[in-house]
């Protein structure tokens, strides 16, 4: 199967027929997505956009200033976004959206769920979905969503992310013995970890450490306390988010153990928080090994 991740042509012609059930009107572009879905937009670039997602949120926020006019609850970056807010990723208001009278809505095909896509889309919304499970597929994706379906200049910040990750070359490029057997909660009541084919998992392989769970069938498998004591894990990584891990909310459930709290938002978020999200979880992990310590970020 195709790499929906993988770039596309940037526009179909108008005097081809589009993939979708309607002829595209004249002078429209019709794209595609991550998820290889046909996306029509108008001769102009979008100029009210909504998102549903906070990486893209904030992403978009620090290219194009004024280009936002709605985003959800969640969306905390930039702290002063003074725009609508519609709800939470898992529950937005479609209504309040369509309200918005947007151009554009961003979504993500992890975060969103698919009926309230397609609302919008029924309603003659344009819906742009990501699909990110890897640095390069952010890299890729943002890449697209900015300069083709937003029709922005490439803006410096992406680069810079680049640049700041290429000295950790590729996930698959390290040795999968080499760094401590890693455990990362991203929940409790029930627990839940990181297991295969995700973006935070990702990072932390190309930053040398060797997740326990990585070849597990589920994404984010929820794994009892007892099992995950039993793996031996050589270290615990605790994120901000989605579970609010904290010095005194974490840690005690793995005595004896290297815990690392990091920033949810540089091990999950794919935006300009790139940029120093390689710092960022190196310090707080004690890179490669985190002995004896707990990191904080």
């Not at 081809?16 to 998820?35: F, M, Q, S, T």
């Not at 769920?113 to 344009?126: K, N, T």
């Not at 409790?188 to 069938?217: E, I, N, Y």
Request: net charge negative; glycine share 6%; charged share 25%.
């Amino acid at each position: 199967m195709a790499d929906p991740t993988a770039p596309r042509d940037a526009t179909t012609p108008i005097d081809e027929p589009a993939p979708i059930d309607e002829p595209a009107p004249r002078d429209d572009v019709v794209l595609r997505d991550d998820l290889d879905l046909p996306v029509r937009l108008g001769p102009r670039p979008p100029r009210r956009v909504v998102s549903l997602v906070p990486s893209l949120t904030e992403a978009v926020a620090a290219t194009a200033t004024g280009l936002l006019v709605g985003a959800t609850d969640w969306c905390s970056h930039p702290a002063d976004l003074a725009v609508t807010r519609i709800g939470g990723t898992k529950n937005p208001d479609v209504r309040r959206v369509l309200a918005l009278e947007p151009d554009l809505v961003l979504a993500n095909d992890e975060e969103n769920r698919r009926p309230d896509l397609d609302a919008l889309r029924a309603a003659g919304v344009p819906v742009w979905v990501t699909d990110i499970r890897t640095l390069d597929d952010a890299f890729r994706s943002l890449d697209r969503l900015l300069t083709v379906a937003c029709r922005l200049p490439r803006p410096a910040w992406l680069d810079e992310a680049e640049a700041a990750w290429a000295p950790t070359g590729r996930a698959e490029d390290g040795n999968p013995k080499a760094g401590p057997r890693t455990i990362v909660p991203i929940w409790r009541r029930p627990w839940m970890v990181l297991g295969r084919d995700t973006f935070a998992g990702d990072l932390l392989r190309r930053l040398g450490l060797r997740l326990v769970h990585a070849d597990h069938p589920e994404r984010y498998p929820a794994v009892p306390l007892p099992e995950l004591l039993a793996v031996r894990p050589e270290l615990v990584v605790l994120p901000d988010e989605p579970y609010r891990f904290t010095v005194e909310d974490g840690p005690e459930a793995f005595p004896g153990i290297p815990v690392a709290l990091v920033s949810g938002r540089h091990l999950t978020w794919y935006g300009p928080s790139l940029v120093t999200a390689p710092a960022v979880l190196r310090r707080a992990i004690g890179h490669p090994f985190g002995q004896g310590r707990i990191g904080t970020s």
